[in-house]
């Protein structure tokens, strides 16, 4: 039998996403429904640039005192004028107080949340079509007026 490559962790992306306050649904039979807009931001890989464009969203749903489940969609634009789908799935858990204080919109040190995604890229460009073709994997840190997160390719 082949031994089976073990995936490795490639720095892709740092990114910063701007968000406006929450929209409430409310409390739905899965559990509390928010969309948060996403109103501009910035990402910063290995020789390039983007920019987040407004009118992306972040769905959540707060299942329950400690866990949330996120679902973000919106488009980046790079320096050279590319455009870039991202669908950013994550889960977001910790202590009920801490949780809390997030969706209240307060600062909580990013150390005590775990905070771990998935996002998915789609693009038209001939030269970044290799990113539709990858996994990733990430961190992040929700703050009151942003989240920011660190993209890794697993290679």
């Known amino acids: 039998m082949h031994a089976l490559p073990l995936p490795v962790l490639v720095p892709f992306a740092d990114v ?12 739905t039979v899965h559990g509390l429904r928010r969309l948060i807009p996403i109103v501009g931001g ?12 407004p009118g992306g969203a972040d769905f959540q749903l707060i299942v329950n005192d400690r866990l949330a489940e996120l679902d973000a969609r919106y488009v980046l634009e790079t320096d050279g004028g590319d455009m870039i789908y991202v669908q950013n799935r994550a889960v977001r858990a910790g202590p009920p107080e801490l949780m809390a ?7 909580v040190d990013p150390a005590q949340i775990y905070f771990r995604c998935s996002p998915s ?5 001939t ?28 290679a």
């Open 16 to 27: 910063s996403v701007q968000v406006a306050a929450p929209l409430e649904v409310g409390q």
């Open 42 to 53: 910035e990402a910063t890989g290995q020789g390039w640039t983007a920019r987040v464009l």
């Open 101 to 107: 204080r997030l969706v209240r919109g307060e600062p």
């Open 121 to 125: 890229f789609e693009t038209s460009s």
């Open 127 to 154: 030269s970044l079509g290799w990113i539709a073709e990858r996994m990733f994997v990430g961190c992040g840190a929700r703050h009151p007026d942003r989240v920011v997160m660190r993209f890794f390719e697993l």
